[in-house]
Structure formats: structure tokens, C-alpha cells
């Protein structure tokens, strides 16, 4: 399976953006679906993930309440939804799938990644 993250770019803080994460290949319908970063110099922290359906997601503390995870399995696409992004958001965002139908927070657990899409948040 190939994942594909776009929308990442340059925008202002307390701006938004939302990043896509197509898949082709197969079909990731009962795959469960994340999105990590990585800013220079860090290690790859998880930012969310959503199940199977979307009818589960998980966030970590540091983006709770202002990105959202969701999903369209009819397009094989999960999307992050950013708001108020602040200058610490800046980072490679990648997107992720694992093998089975519950969130997912761990990344060793994820089994296919994407290439990243770099998101920069100007103070």
C-alpha cells in the first residue's frame, strides 16, 4: 500500500490547514489510520488517530481541541484538520496505517507510512 499526505504549507498562527492522506493499492477500509510529526532535531511523536469507521479517535494533549481526525473510507482518505496552529505545530507530518480495526497510538504498531508533508506555522 502507498500512502500520499498533501496540504501541508506555510500559514500564520492561530491560521488552518488540512492535510489529506490518500492510499492506493488496496483498499485501507478496515485499517486503522494516524497521523505523526516531527519537528528538527525530535523524535516522531503521534499527533491522532481514528478506527476502522471513524466512529473512534484518540488526540494527543497537545493538539486536543484544536485538530481533528476524520475519515473517508469511500476514498481511502484520512484527513487532519488543524486549527489555531501554533508556531510549535511546525513539523513533517506524516500519515500512517495499521493492520486492524481499533485506534492505533504507538508508532511500531503502524505498519505503512507516508512520505510527509511539511507544515511551517509563522509566529
Known amino acids: 500500500v502507498q500512502l500520499q499526505a498533501s496540504g501541508g504549507g506555510l500559514v500564520q498562527a492561530g491560521g488552518s490547514l488540512r492535510l489529506s492522506c490518500a492510499a492506493s493499492g488496496r483498499t485501507l477500509g478496515n485499517y486503522a489510520r494516524g497521523w505523526f510529526r516531527q519537528a528538527p532535531g525530535k523524535e516522531r511523536e503521534f499527533v491522532a488517530a481514528?478506527?476502522?469507521?471513524?466512529?473512534?479517535?484518540y488526540s494527543a494533549d497537545s493538539v486536543k481541541g484544536r485538530f481533528t481526525i476524520s475519515r473517508d473510507n469511500a476514498k481511502n482518505t484520512v484527513y487532519l484538520h488543524m486549527n489555531s496552529l501554533k508556531p510549535e505545530d511546525t513539523a513533517v507530518y506524516y500519515c500512517?496505517?495499521?493492520?486492524?480495526?481499533?485506534?492505533?497510538?504507538?508508532?511500531?504498531?503502524?505498519?505503512?507510512w507516508g512520505q510527509g508533508t511539511l507544515v511551517t506555522v509563522s509566529s
Open positions: 481514528i478506527n476502522w469507521n471513524g466512529g473512534s479517535t
Open positions: 500512517a496505517a495499521a493492520c486492524g480495526i481499533a485506534v492505533v497510538t504507538t508508532l511500531h504498531q503502524y505498519s505503512s
